[in-house]
């Protein structure tokens, strides 16, 4: 039991754990994206660059309102989430009837814009964000030093994924959202508003975003770049999970989170590119995705 | 008016005709400027080193040498730390606009493929960013001189004296590429050296990994007493912070940042950061000559900080090249790049920030190089007050001994 595959178990606990924690990150913006992509069809490349606005309106009602890390959790997911509304309106709307690469593009140049804005005015080498009192210090597992704030990072993101299934799955507002991805037109003829369901939808996606950011802001430095880095592996975790599928890409997200963690034990300088290579292979053999609907 | 063919190619001819022009103007006003390209990471996660502030005190170096008959543009770029965008707009910098001399060029592999290109165009390339030894090593070129520090210099300082200080058994996290590399290489050969072992590594990829967790475990498994992180800039300072925040220090691990900036102090904050031991060749605190050099110029760098040994390295190797062209006329310095080189290499350097030094044939130019710790919190006077001086290493020991590298250019 000292060692498994050559490698000292505690090592391996270890980074399993660790895997989970990077993988609650995945989990939480593919759902975001899993959810845009189902409703409104849009492939939404501006989610890392919300996430990374999430994490800086944490950091904003710190410095300049005073207002610590549970105001954030509660105040910068609204915040973001009413921006993404207001881009929705604007921009994205005007996009649904045309095909999806338009989406992408617009999108992905509201990423650069956003990002470039952050950049300008607060550069890029990041910003110290605190890990709240009641979160500091960590718990000896005996095989490694657990911190607190990242088991509670893991905690959290299954909570609100969660309850993000269980709202779209069990209840009657999830209920419309479901019909209206299928038959948008028959939904609205009979009364429901669905233009606006899509924004709340947009809305929703796009809190979710934020909400990873505030959970990112006391593990990584707050940063403009913090959402390029992590957008593309997401965009692969929701390929592999099937665009779209909601519990795919929860499950996925926690899954390549431990993938990677594992690969960074056996071959280190592979762990950016695991996940690709499982996309190329999931992609020929599925094309689907893994929990896709063909 | 309607915009009929034949006007459209007749303008068309015409814009072209202009276009062909055009460079050929500049090229006559420029015979009597010398333009001096500083390239380096303005948007990534070395640009907080060099960056904006290096272009700064580029310009400073030129306002302060002022108008010797000649004048100096500083024109400035982003190589993103990509070898390939790195050379491109190298070749465009000579080809197109008639740089003269390429400065800064920080992380090894861009720093490289820069050298290259400077060698084959024949054209000046002074390195201050970038720490791989090579370049003077195996890659050195007549056309190139490294100005601040390199790997040798930092593994002989801070890995030497970590050893001596009890820290005999290694495991290195190692930036996955050149200037990684020549760091790990480097300084593992001071800890055999010194009857100490390397017991692992981990190669992490570059750039893009933010977690460090996974490594830090791993370096612990190993039950090394030092971890020797070789990477810079913010790859550092998220080690260092999760090394802390993972309890790897208080089980008594020692960290060993083989690359750091007082700007990396500054970010991690003092609490986090002291203890730690770096190794420099410029603090602004150093003596009174620094300290005037640091007042004329911080109000032009990034809220008021003191320069770093990268932007000091900038400003004092532009001095020394505008002495150089000033020496020899622009016209045969704009000639070749060798040229330049070879009188800068046949002068002393003198400035304020680096005082007295010199210029081996191989292109390492020699200073000393200083090891400092990291104050605790109440042992700082003000701000920025970051380092307290361990111990000096002359010029002539802090670098590696010409005869060593595998220069060419020393055989010759």
């Avoid at chain 1, 950049?119 to 964000?129: D, E, I």
């Avoid at chain 1, 592996?233 to 665009?243: K, P």
């Avoid at chain 1, 926690?254 to 280190?268: A, I, Q, R, S």
């Avoid at chain 2, 290259?116 to 001189?145: F, H």
Wanted: net charge positive; with cysteine; charged share 15%.
């Amino acid at each position: 039991m000292d060692e498994i595959f050559g490698i000292p178990a505690p090592l391996l606990f270890g980074q399993l754990l660790l895997g989970l924690i990077n993988g609650a990150f995945y989990a939480m913006l593919s759902l975001g994206l899993a959810v845009i992509f189902g409703l409104l069809n849009i492939v939404n490349l501006a989610h890392g660059a919300l996430f990374m606005m999430g994490a800086f309106v944490a950091w904003m009602l710190l410095n300049y309102a005073g207002l610590g890390y549970w105001w954030a959790m509660l105040l910068s997911p609204v915040i973001v989430g009413l921006f993404g509304m207001a881009l929705e309106k604007l921009f994205i709307s005007r996009l649904y009837k045309l095909d999806h690469l338009y989406g992408l593009l617009l999108t992905f140049g509201l990423a650069l814009v956003i990002e470039g804005v952050f950049r300008n005015y607060y550069g890029s080498s990041g910003l110290p964000y605190r890990i709240p009192d009641q979160l500091q210090g960590a718990w000896d597992l005996g095989f490694m030093f657990m911190p607190v704030y990242r088991g509670w990072v893991v905690i959290a993101a299954l909570i609100f994924c969660l309850t993000t299934w269980l709202v779209i799955e069990k209840t009657r507002l999830g209920a419309y959202l479901r019909a209206a991805t299928e038959n948008a037109p028959l939904v609205q003829a009979f009364g429901v508003n669905v233009p606006r369901m899509v924004t709340l939808t947009y809305g929703g996606g796009v809190a979710l975003a934020a909400l990873a950011g505030v959970l990112a802001a006391p593990i990584y430095s707050v940063n403009p770049q913090m959402g390029t880095n992590l957008i593309i592996v997401v965009f692969a975790v929701v390929v592999i999970g099937g665009m779209g599928s909601i519990l795919g890409a929860v499950l996925t997200g926690f899954t390549l989170g431990v993938v990677e963690g594992l690969t960074k034990v056996f071959w280190p300088e592979a762990s950016a590119t695991v996940i690709f290579v499982i996309m190329a292979i999931v992609l020929l053999a599925r094309p689907a995705g893994l929990f896709g609907r063909a | 008016m309607t915009l009929t063919r034949r006007k459209l190619i007749a303008s068309a001819a015409v814009g072209a005709t202009f276009a062909q022009c055009a460079p050929r103007l500049a090229r006559a006003q420029a015979a009597n400027t010398i333009r001096i390209g500083v390239m380096n990471d303005q948007s990534g996660l070395y640009s907080y080193i060099g960056g904006a502030n290096g272009v700064a005190l580029a310009r400073a170096a030129a306002e302060e040498f002022g108008n010797r008959g000649f004048t100096v543009e500083v024109l400035q770029a982003d190589h993103q730390n990509k070898p390939d965008v790195g050379s491109n707009l190298a070749r465009q910098w000579i080809d197109r606009d008639g740089v003269d001399m390429i400065l800064d060029v920080p992380t090894s592999s861009v720093g490289l493929a820069v050298n290259q290109v400077c060698r084959e165009r024949d054209k000046a390339y002074i390195n201050v960013g970038s720490a791989t030894s090579d370049l003077t090593g195996a890659q050195c070129a007549p056309t190139t001189i490294h100005w601040v520090y390199d790997t040798y210099m930092l593994a002989k300082s801070t890995g030497g004296a970590t050893v001596r200080a009890g820290g005999d058994t290694w495991f290195f996290i190692t930036a996955d590429y050149a200037f990684g590399h020549a760091l790990e290489r480097d300084t593992a050969n001071f800890v055999r050296q010194a009857g100490g072992r390397v017991l692992g590594g981990v190669r992490t990829p570059f750039p893009g990994t933010t977690d460090f967790s996974s490594f830090l475990l791993q370096a612990q498994a190993s039950r090394a007493k030092v971890i020797g992180l070789a990477n810079a800039g913010q790859d550092t300072t998220n080690c260092i912070k999760q090394a802390a925040e993972f309890g790897l220090t208080r089980r008594g691990v020692k960290l060993a940042a083989l690359l750091m900036f007082i700007d990396d102090v500054h970010a991690l904050g003092q609490q986090t950061a002291q203890g730690l031991v770096m190794t420099e060749s410029f603090y602004w605190d150093l003596n009174d000559r620094t300290r005037a050099f640091t007042e004329r110029v911080r109000g032009r760098l990034t809220d008021r900080r003191p320069p770093n040994m990268v932007t000091a390295g900038n400003y004092s190797a532009v001095l020394h090249y505008l002495k150089a062209v000033a020496d020899m006329g622009v016209p045969a310095a704009k000639a070749s790049g060798t040229a330049v080189i070879n009188r800068m290499k046949a002068m002393p350097t003198e400035d304020d920030a680096f005082g007295r030094g010199e210029i081996r044939p191989d292109g390492r130019r020699i200073i000393p190089s200083y090891l400092f710790e990291v104050k605790k919190p109440e042992e700082s006077r003000g701000a920025w007050d970051y380092l307290k001086l361990l111990q000096t290493t002359p010029a002539e020991e802090a670098f590696r001994p010409l005869n060593e590298g595998g220069c060419p250019l020393v055989r010759s």
